[in-house]
């Protein structure tokens, strides 16, 4: 739990600062994204995408994921919390199936059913990405729930707590180191599967991947792909340190 | 004082709890025991509603806990149970001061009580209050688990086996302080138990359950002296002499001592003041904190001494006033003593406890 004591505090943040600086420049500088694709792919002609810049693309990459995955945490530990109630404990098994059920479609299924409900576009990526990132946070959710000593809720509800409190004070305190790293990887996922929205036209990184692909553009199939690894890297960073900052060794249980 | 009235629990076809009724009363501290299954947690457990009868009625300070709404009755009840439950995301100041919250109190006031109880358990509050319960031993995390349930000032404390998880060692050391605090803050206790010696040791009264219905209600001793039928004779077991010295409290036993300081001790010698009914004369340095013993021989003509003076670790030897006979009686053999000094908490000698009185204490079982 201890950060190792022999390397000093500036070396956790070496490798996401150089992260950071390489995405930086390479999303936002037309220059050095020019040199660094031209240097890899000497012989390709159109190395940039001119349609639209690939800043614009990561604005919407974020805004896909940042929607479908604050729905999916939601409805995730609301709907893991509900299972591990009394009240909703006969629908443990089949909640938990059918989650299961969902990350076995692949993603571009559940957009080709999505769309003819929900039309090309935004809507039907944000609902496919919603879906495919639920698991992981109610997975979580339950196993954090489960993992409770019920001694724990017992003596709490002994000393008067009511059943709100004892879920709020006891129980998703103890369990939200469990249920945070159930939101990190699907977050982290998620940006990697959000490149599929381009397939329907929802814009995000994947368009300049499904471009490179139609044309036979290695560059910009590179161009997207790599950004999208470094956005999943800096996003897996951030979290990493949330949780860090959020639940010092003391959560230990 | 809590009531129960014909009070019956039953889990589908199981009668946990068959028509029973008995009184506790104010300030004393009353144990359920009996074998797995009697009943005796369930009792518990219908007082603050975690369960509720199947029939009856249970009244707490004159009103049916029915009129109370759970959460309002639970947090006007301290409970203890054996896995402590404290919560391991927060500090020990914070666990202490939990009902407190629930109960609306100003953070301040809170901080307060939760160094008060801190030093009423014996724990110092500047390296404890801040701990987590991870870093706790079994000892004081047991300890904070009863501050807590003293937090909010509770008429009534539920304990159930709160000492089960203890080592023997720390589960008497455990039980010591309980009754220490307990002759303090005269509460109304209702303490669950499998354990005999426990039993004697803590309660005023003793509820014996067996199947659901209660077998015998009745002092320590009588119970131990009178068992009801066969049932109860047999789960006090052959041994019940020796058990129903746990009853006395040395307190009560306590015989004058014969102390002197080190440096008056040949003064005392020579003037033929060095007597003692025992037969053991305390010496103490001059602050009157025992430092060894001289055993004499009785005769007052201040003859030499044949025994030399020997130094004694006060602990090793002496016992607390709030000992039992049994514990004497255990220190006296162990010794090889004809008595044990009874010391305070600085060494300082009450008074001595003499194997003669214990056995007439014995004796009038025998004779009863």
Not at chain 1, 192 to 220: E, M, Y
Not at chain 2, 19 to 45: A, N
Not at chain 2, 198 to 223: N, Y
Request: some cysteine; proline content about 6%.
């Amino acid at each position: 739990m201890k950060e190792s004591s022999n390397s000093p505090p500036w070396r956790s943040y070496l490798v996401p600062a150089v992260v950071i600086v390489l995405f930086v420049l390479f999303v936002f500088d037309h220059e050095i994204q020019r040199a660094v694709l031209h240097a890899l792919f000497p012989n390709t002609r159109e190395i940039i995408y001119g349609r639209i810049p690939l800043s614009s693309l990561v604005v919407e990459h974020l805004v896909l994921v940042g929607l479908s995955s604050t729905m999916a945490t939601l409805v995730g530990i609301v709907l893991g919390v509900f299972v591990t109630r009394p009240a909703g404990r006969d629908f443990l098994h089949i909640v938990r199936d059918l989650s299961s059920l969902a990350q076995t479609f692949p993603p571009v299924a559940v957009l080709a059913l999505a769309v003819p409900a929900l039309g090309y576009g935004f809507e039907p990526t944000v609902a496919a990405l919603f879906i495919y990132s639920i698991l992981p946070v109610l997975n979580n959710t339950i196993s954090g729930m489960e993992a409770i000593p019920p001694d724990l809720t017992e003596s709490s509800r002994g000393i008067g707590m009511t059943r709100w409190q004892v879920l709020f004070l006891s129980e998703l305190p103890l369990a939200a180191r469990v249920i945070a790293a159930g939101v990190r990887t699907s977050v982290v996922i998620n940006v990697g599967t959000a490149t599929i929205g381009a397939v329907v036209g929802a814009g995000g990184l994947g368009v300049v991947i499904i471009a490179g692909l139609v044309r036979n553009n290695t560059a910009f199939v590179f161009s997207g792909a790599v950004t999208a690894a470094l956005l999943a890297l800096l996003v897996d960073w951030v979290f990493s340190r949330a949780e860090r900052l959020f639940f010092s060794p003391r959560l230990r249980t | 004082m809590i009531e129960f009235e014909n009070v019956i629990k039953r889990f589908d076809t199981f009668t946990a709890v068959d028509s029973i009724s008995f009184t506790v009363p104010e300030g004393e501290v009353t144990v359920l025991i009996g074998p797995s299954g009697c009943g005796k947690t369930t009792s518990l457990r219908l007082i603050n509603r975690m369960i509720e009868p199947t029939g009856g009625y249970i009244r707490v300070q004159g009103r049916p806990v029915k009129s109370f709404r759970p959460e309002e009755l639970r947090r006007g009840i301290g409970y203890v149970i054996q896995s402590v439950g404290l919560l391991p995301h927060m500090s020990v100041r914070d666990n202490i001061g939990i009902v407190p919250r629930l109960l609306r109190w100003e953070k301040e006031r809170r901080h307060r009580r939760a160094d008060e109880l801190l030093q009423m358990i014996g724990l110092d509050p500047e390296t404890y209050r801040d701990k987590y319960p991870h870093q706790l031993s079994g000892g004081e995390a047991q300890r904070i688990g009863v501050a807590r349930a003293l937090a909010a000032n509770p008429p009534i404390l539920l304990m159930d086996e709160p000492f089960g998880a203890v080592d023997p060692l720390n589960r008497e050391v455990l039980q010591k302080e309980f009754l220490k605090l307990q002759r303090k803050l005269k509460k109304t206790v209702i303490f669950v138990t499998h354990d005999l010696d426990e039993a004697i040791r803590l309660g005023d009264q003793i509820i014996l359950m067996q199947a659901g219905a209660i077998v015998q209600h009745d002092t320590p001793e009588r119970i131990l002296a009178e068992p009801a039928n066969q049932f109860v004779r047999d789960f006090v077991g052959t041994d019940r002499a020796l058990k129903r010295l746990s009853c006395f409290s040395v307190e009560d036993y306590l015989q004058e001592a014969m102390t002197v300081p080190e440096s008056e001790l040949r003064q005392a010698r020579r003037s033929g003041k060095l007597v003692s009914g025992s037969g053991i004369v305390w010496v103490t340095d001059h602050d009157g904190v025992l430092q060894a013993m001289q055993r004499v021989t009785g005769n007052p003509e201040g003859e030499p001494l044949s025994e030399p003076l020997s130094r004694i670790v006060p602990a090793e030897v002496g016992i607390n006033s709030y000992s039992t006979l049994r514990d004497a009686l255990s220190r006296i053999l162990g010794q090889g003593l004809p008595a044990v000094p009874v010391i305070d908490d600085s060494d300082h000698v009450l008074g001595e406890i003499r194997l003669a009185d214990i056995e007439e204490v014995n004796q009038s079982e025998l004779t009863r």
